[in-house]
């Protein structure tokens, strides 16, 4: 018998196999991040008062890698998404305390739900109409 012959011959299913549960180890998925919605209020040195995530009080997030000479803190997570919303809103009052919405505020998402359904806008389909009815009467009259 020749070595090469005595070696164990690797058998194609059973490195698949390996592989897969070698695979069914790894992380697939990161944790969803979980982070408080609230805002703090904090009145500042002249005297206005400032709405501050409480996530951006936190430390900066860990580096997980580790430090090096190019490591640049990161903001706490959650204090971006709540920063931004803080942006966004019509009236900052509305992160602390949220307010009633009546049919007036539900009437332009009507209006625009309804242009998505039909696909077009009702008006501009009136104001189509009154003026071929217009160019229509003009015509008979003569």
């Known amino acids: 018998m020749n070595s090469e012959s005595s070696s164990l011959p690797l058998n194609p299913l059973l490195l698949a196999g390996l592989l897969l ?3 069914a180890g790894c992380k697939t998925h990161l944790e969803p991040a979980s982070y408080s919605p609230d805002y703090q209020a904090i009145t500042r040195a002249d005297g206005r ?3 501050i995530p409480v996530e951006c009080l936190k430390p900066s997030a860990e ?3 580790g430090t ?3 490591f640049v803190p990161l903001l706490a997570p959650g ?4 920063l ?3 942006q966004m809103v019509e009236q900052r009052s509305d992160l602390m305390q949220g307010r009633q919405t009546g049919p007036t505020m539900a009437a ?4 625009a739900a309804q242009v998505y359904i039909d696909g077009y806008d009702r008006e501009e389909l009136r104001r189509r109409q009154s003026e071929q009815q217009a160019k229509t009467d003009s015509q008979e009259v003569r």
Do not use: F, H, I, K
Not at 79 to 82: E, M
């Open 21 to 23: 549960a070698l695979l």
């Open 49 to 51: 008062v400032e709405l």
């Open 63 to 65: 580096d997980q890698l």
């Open 68 to 70: 090096d000479e190019d």
């Open 79 to 82: 204090c971006a998404n709540n």
């Open 84 to 86: 931004t919303l803080l």
């Open 108 to 111: 332009p998402v009507g209006r």
